[in-house]
C-alpha cells in the first residue's frame, strides 16, 4: 500500500470519527439508552412515558426516579423495566445489562422459573 493511500485512509478514519463523536454529543439520545441499560440505579418513580425518537424503531420508554435527597432523573428501561415500574413505587436496578429495575423482593423471570420447576418436581 502506497504512502498516500494510507494517509487517505488514516484522513478518513479520523474525520469518520470526528463525526460519529459530534453527532453523539448533539444527539445523547442516541447512547444514554445503552448507559442507563448498564449502570445501577435506585429511587421512587415519579412519571413514566414513552415517545418516538426515531422513526421505524419503536417506541423509547423511560421512567423519572427521585432519589432522597430529591434529585430527579429520566432513566430510559426496556419494556419489561418499564413494564415493572408502577408511579410511586420504590424501584432498583443492579449493575449489569441483563438487569432491569424492579421494586425489592420481587423474582426476576428467571428466578421465577426456577421456583415453577421446583415446585413441579416437588409435586
Known amino acids: 500500500m502506497s504512502a498516500a493511500i494510507g494517509r487517505y485512509l488514516t484522513r478518513r478514519f479520523f474525520s469518520y470519527a470526528l463525526m460519529i463523536a459530534v453527532l453523539l454529543a448533539v444527539r445523547p439520545w442516541l447512547w444514554q439508552?445503552?448507559?442507563d441499560a448498564y449502570v445501577g440505579y435506585s429511587g421512587t418513580v415519579v412519571a413514566?412515558?414513552?415517545y418516538l425518537w426515531i422513526p421505524f424503531r419503536g417506541p423509547d420508554w423511560y421512567i423519572i426516579l427521585q432519589d432522597s435527597h430529591g434529585r430527579r432523573t429520566k432513566r430510559y428501561v426496556s419494556a419489561i423495566?418499564?413494564?415493572?415500574?408502577n408511579v410511586g413505587s420504590y424501584v432498583v436496578k443492579k449493575k449489569?445489562?441483563?438487569?432491569f429495575p424492579r421494586t425489592p423482593g420481587d423474582l426476576t423471570p428467571r428466578e421465577f422459573e426456577q421456583?415453577?420447576?421446583r415446585k413441579q418436581k416437588q409435586k
Not at 96 to 99: H, V
Request: glycine share 34%; charged share 30%; hydrophobic share 20%.
Open 81 to 85: 423495566g418499564y413494564g415493572y415500574c
Open 48 to 50: 413514566k412515558g414513552d
Open 115 to 117: 421456583l415453577v420447576r
Open 33 to 35: 439508552g445503552v448507559r
Open 96 to 99: 449489569g445489562l441483563g438487569e
